[in-house]
């Protein structure tokens, strides 16, 4: 019985845990549910807790380096005895925060549900659960004016911050035009986005790697419009007037 014991502890035959969700697409503002179901191994194991992450993999500004980054968690943290052979299912909510980038291309940024349980010495298998964030009001929007200002969105990418996580939108111009447009939508506090309109993007790439190297936030005040209203925005009109100050040949 302690042999068995020894190998459950080190992953062998031991305790599994899988995230499965109850759908698949989420909106902004909205919450993931589902259970987390804890399959018991050859042997009684103690389960010290469980957790549920809501996950994005986004881009470092410095090497461009793709990590995992926590949008939310939900932890449950009491622990407990696991039979062999035991199932347990427990069920958790997550709410999607404004920060999570909705899928606005065919290759949007890589955002999934995984899950894990503390169980001492254990080797926890990888459980991924890909979820696709529904665009919000305000993401149509821009989409709706910048296609009136001739251009398309060309790719979407999530930066980390030192407040999180960062969606941008690159917008380039039909029929071999040269202009570029990037788009990046920063949660404010208490209500709604802020919306940073940039033509010139390789100043505002070099000012953040500067910005890096010396641990310090980017001004982007001059760049930078709210947007009220939370995920629906203020309306179509309003985000049509706001961009005309910043998309040139308007």
């Known amino acids: 019985m302690v042999f068995g014991k020894i190998l459950a502890a080190t992953g062998v035959d031991g305790a599994r845990v899988d995230a499965q969700l109850d759908a ?47 949008l939310t968690r939900a932890d449950f943290d009491e622990g407990f005895t696991l039979a062999a052979g035991e199932r347990r299912e427990i069920p958790f909510e997550l709410a999607v925060p404004a920060g999570a980038p909705p899928a606005m291309t065919e290759r949007p940024a890589h955002v999934y549900v995984t899950s894990a349980a503390d169980v001492p010495l254990a080797v926890d298998p990888t459980d991924v659960d890909p979820v696709t964030v529904r665009p919000t009001q305000l993401h ?7 296609t009136e200002h001739g251009l398309h969105l060309e790719q979407e990418h999530v930066m980390r911050t030192r407040r999180g996580v960062m969606q941008e939108l690159a917008f380039e111009a039909d029929a071999g035009g040269e202009q ?34 010396l641990d310090v936030d980017i001004d982007e005040s001059e760049a930078r419009m709210h947007m009220p209203g939370g995920p629906d925005g203020p309306g179509l009109d309003r985000v049509r007037r706001a961009l005309a100050e910043r998309v040139s040949g308007t």
Not at 40 to 67: C, F, I, P, Y
Not at 195 to 208: C, F, H, P, Q, Y
């Open 180 to 213: 570029a447009v990037e788009v990046a939508f920063v949660p404010a506090p208490g209500d709604g986005y802020d919306l940073i309109v940039d033509e010139n993007l390789a100043g505002r790439t070099a000012k953040r790697l500067v910005a890096d190297a």
């Open 140 to 146: 149509r929007d821009v989409l709706t004016v910048m």
């Open 24 to 70: 698949d697409t989420v909106d902004v503002g909205g919450t993931i549910t589902g259970r987390l179901v804890v399959d018991g191994g050859g042997a009684e194991q103690e389960v010290r807790g469980l957790e549920a992450v809501l996950v994005v993999d986004a881009m470092k500004t410095d090497d461009r380096a793709t990590l995992p980054t926590v």
